[in-house]
Nanobody, 120 residues
């Protein structure tokens, strides 16, 4: 079983940048498809970005394409989400999650989340 811990959230002005990190322990990150999700107050959780085992061809939500970049460093057991040109509507709790399967995903493992707040 893998354990996930997110970090890097905070308060930033619109147009600014943040980089989130998700550190894995317990099992090697290379065993998992990884995803970043977010949930804003009063809204359903949504997928932001997904990256496969090798890091090739990440998948992004339309709302973040061109602004966010997901990457992974398997030897460091860490996944990243670089967020640029942040908007107030990006404000949410951001979670990383792990799935052992693709394309039929089952994100069974989740971190505790990190708050991102974008001020206008």
């Amino acid at each position: 079983q893998v354990e996930l811990v997110e970090s890097g959230g905070g308060l930033v002005q619109a147009g600014g940048s943040l980089r989130l990190s998700c550190a894995a322990s317990g099992r090697a990150l290379s065993n998992y498809v990884m995803g970043w999700f977010r949930q804003a107050p009063g809204k359903e959780r949504e997928s932001v970005a997904i990256i496969l085992w090798t890091g090739a061809t990440p998948i992004y939500a339309d709302s973040v394409k061109g602004r966010f970049t997901i990457s992974r460093d398997n030897p460091k057991n860490t996944v990243y989400l670089q967020m640029n040109s942040l908007k107030p509507e990006d404000t949410a709790v951001y979670y990383c999650a792990a799935s052992t399967s693709w394309p039929s995903v089952n994100f069974a493992y989740w971190g505790q989340g990190t708050q991102v707040t974008v001020s206008s």
